[in-house]
C-alpha cells in the first residue's frame, strides 16, 4: 500500500518536475545544509546544555527560550525541503534501509522531546537554577546527541544508496 | 608558472599520493564516514556563529552583554573548526588535483580563509567589546560574517557541479 501511493507521488508532475530540472534538486539540497547550521546547531548546543557540557552558568529555561524560535523555524524547512527532496524519487528513497531508519529516528527524536516535556521538562522550575541538571534532563540530552548523530548518519547513506541520477 | 602556484600544486600531488587520501579514495565507506563528521561539525560550528551573529544584531539574548556570549560559545566553536579542518583536508586529499583546478574549491578556501581571519580578529573583538562599538558597527560584523561562512558553504556546494581545469603538465 505504501509502495502504490509512493508510485503514485513519483507519478505526479510535481516529482517529475523534482526530477527533471536541473536547478529543482541541488537548491533544494543547498538549502536543506546550509539550514542544518541552525537546526541541528542549535539541537547539538541544547543536548551539550542539558548533559552539563556547555555553558552550565546558564539556565535551561533560558536557553530553550532565546533558541527555541530558531529550532522550529529550522525544523520546519527541513523537513518541508526533506520531503521535496524526497518527493522527486520516493519510491527509490523508500527502498534503501537508510531512509527507512532514518525515518524511524526521526520518530524516536521526537518522541523524547515528548517524553521530556511530560517528565522532567514538566519540573523544569524546580531544577532550572541547580548547579547540576537532573539524570532524567542527561539522559533526554544523551539521547538526542546519539539519535541526531545516527540520522545524519542515515541522511548521508540515502546519498550513497540511491541509484545514480 | 608562478612560485606559489607551484608550491600548491607539489602539495596537492603529495596529497593525492599520500596514504590517507589513497585510503579513502580506495575505501567504500570511509569517504562517506568522514563526510558524517564535516556534516555534524557544520552544524556546532553554524550554530554558534549564527548564535553570536544574532547577539550582535539584536535579535537573540538582548538582556545581556554579547561578550558573554562570545565567551561561552568560543570552546564550541574552536573544536567544530577543528573537526571540520582535519574532516574537510581529509576529504580533499582524496582528490587534490582536481580541487587545485576547481573555481568552486577556490572560492571555497578563499572564503574560508576571510571567514577564519574575520572570526578571530574583528568578529571576536567586536563581541569581547561590543558596548565600545555602535549598533551600526556591530551588525556590520554579524553581517560580514554570516556572508563570509555562508560564501564557505555555497562554495563547498557548488564543487560537485563545476567543471575543474586540469593543472599545466597532469597529463590526463
Same mark, same amino acid.
Given at each position: 500500500?505504501?509502495?502504490?501511493?509512493?508510485?503514485?507521488?513519483?507519478?505526479?508532475?510535481?516529482?517529475?518536475?523534482?526530477?527533471?530540472?536541473?536547478?529543482?534538486?541541488?537548491?533544494?539540497?543547498?538549502?536543506?545544509?546550509?539550514?542544518?547550521?541552525?537546526?541541528?546547531?542549535?539541537?547539538?548546543?541544547?543536548?551539550?546544555?542539558?548533559?552539563?557540557?556547555?555553558?552550565?552558568?546558564?539556565?535551561?529555561?533560558a536557553?530553550?527560550?532565546?533558541?527555541?524560535?530558531?529550532?522550529?523555524?529550522?525544523?520546519?524547512?527541513?523537513?518541508?525541503?526533506?520531503?521535496l527532496?524526497?518527493?522527486?524519487?520516493p519510491?527509490?528513497?523508500?527502498?534503501?534501509?537508510f531512509?527507512?531508519?532514518?525515518?524511524?529516528?526521526?520518530?524516536?527524536?521526537?518522541?523524547?522531546?515528548?517524553?521530556?516535556?511530560?517528565?522532567?521538562?514538566?519540573?523544569?522550575?524546580?531544577?532550572?537554577?541547580?548547579?547540576?541538571?537532573?539524570?532524567?534532563?542527561?539522559?533526554?540530552?544523551?539521547?538526542?546527541?546519539?539519535?541526531?548523530?545516527?540520522?545524519?548518519?542515515?541522511?548521508?547513506?540515502?546519498?550513497?544508496?540511491?541509484?545514480?541520477? | 608558472?608562478?612560485?606559489?602556484?607551484?608550491?600548491?600544486?607539489?602539495?596537492?600531488?603529495?596529497?593525492?599520493?599520500?596514504?590517507?587520501?589513497?585510503?579513502? !579514495?580506495?575505501?567504500?565507506? %570511509? &569517504?562517506?564516514?568522514v563526510?558524517?563528521?564535516? $556534516?555534524?561539525?557544520?552544524? *556546532? @560550528?553554524?550554530? /554558534?556563529?549564527?548564535?553570536?551573529?544574532?547577539?550582535?544584531?539584536?535579535?537573540?539574548?538582548?538582556?545581556?552583554?554579547?561578550?558573554?556570549?562570545? !565567551?561561552?560559545?568560543?570552546? %564550541? &566553536?574552536?573544536?567544530?573548526?577543528?573537526?571540520? $579542518?582535519?574532516?574537510?583536508? *581529509? @576529504?580533499?586529499? /582524496?582528490?587534490?588535483?582536481?580541487?587545485?583546478?576547481s573555481?568552486?574549491?577556490?572560492?571555497?578556501?578563499?572564503?574560508?580563509?576571510?571567514?577564519?581571519?574575520?572570526?578571530?580578529? %574583528?568578529h571576536?573583538?567586536v563581541?569581547?567589546?561590543?558596548?565600545?562599538?555602535?549598533?551600526?558597527?556591530?551588525?556590520?560584523?554579524?553581517?560580514?560574517?554570516?556572508?563570509?561562512?555562508?560564501?564557505?558553504?555555497?562554495?563547498?556546494?557548488?564543487?560537485?557541479?563545476?567543471?575543474?581545469?586540469?593543472?599545466?603538465?597532469?597529463?590526463?
Open positions: 500500500m505504501i509502495v502504490g501511493a509512493l508510485e503514485w507521488l513519483h507519478d505526479t508532475p510535481f516529482s517529475a518536475m523534482m526530477r527533471d530540472s536541473i536547478w529543482a534538486e541541488p537548491i533544494v539540497e543547498t538549502v536543506h545544509m546550509l539550514t542544518l547550521a541552525v537546526f541541528l546547531g542549535f539541537v547539538l548546543v541544547l543536548d551539550l546544555r542539558l548533559l552539563d557540557l556547555t555553558m552550565r552558568e546558564r539556565r535551561v529555561s536557553m530553550f527560550q532565546q533558541l527555541n524560535p530558531g529550532l522550529f523555524g529550522g525544523f520546519a524547512v527541513m523537513l518541508v525541503t526533506g520531503l527532496l524526497f518527493s522527486g524519487d519510491v527509490s528513497f523508500y527502498s534503501t534501509w531512509f527507512k531508519a532514518k525515518m524511524v529516528m526521526l520518530l524516536l527524536a521526537g518522541l523524547n522531546v515528548l517524553l521530556f516535556n511530560v517528565t522532567v521538562g514538566r519540573r523544569l522550575a524546580e531544577w532550572d537554577g541547580l548547579p547540576r541538571t537532573p539524570w532524567e534532563a542527561k539522559a533526554a540530552g544523551a539521547a538526542s546527541l546519539v539519535l541526531w548523530v545516527c540520522i545524519v548518519a542515515a541522511g548521508r547513506g540515502i546519498a550513497y544508496a540511491l541509484p545514480p541520477p | 608558472m608562478h612560485f606559489m602556484a607551484q608550491v600548491l600544486l607539489a602539495f596537492c600531488r603529495w596529497c593525492d599520493a599520500s596514504f590517507f587520501g589513497e585510503a579513502i !579514495r580506495n575505501s567504500v565507506w %570511509l &569517504f562517506p564516514f563526510e558524517i563528521f564535516h $556534516l555534524l561539525a557544520l552544524g *556546532l @560550528l553554524g550554530g /554558534t556563529i549564527i548564535l553570536v551573529n544574532l547577539s550582535l544584531l539584536g535579535v537573540r539574548f538582548r538582556g545581556e552583554p554579547v561578550s558573554r556570549l562570545a !565567551r561561552d560559545v568560543q570552546p %564550541l &566553536f574552536n573544536a567544530s573548526l577543528a573537526v571540520m $579542518l582535519i574532516s574537510g583536508f *581529509l @576529504l580533499f586529499s /582524496t582528490e587534490a588535483l582536481k580541487m587545485y583546478g573555481p568552486a574549491f577556490q572560492f571555497k578556501m578563499s572564503c574560508l580563509a576571510l571567514a577564519i581571519l574575520f572570526t578571530y580578529t %574583528l571576536f573583538r563581541a569581547r567589546d561590543a558596548g565600545t562599538f555602535s549598533p551600526g558597527w556591530r551588525k556590520v560584523a554579524a553581517v560580514t560574517s554570516l556572508l563570509l561562512w555562508v560564501g564557505v558553504a555555497l562554495g563547498g556546494r557548488a564543487i560537485g557541479y563545476v567543471n575543474s581545469t586540469p593543472p599545466p603538465g597532469a597529463g590526463s
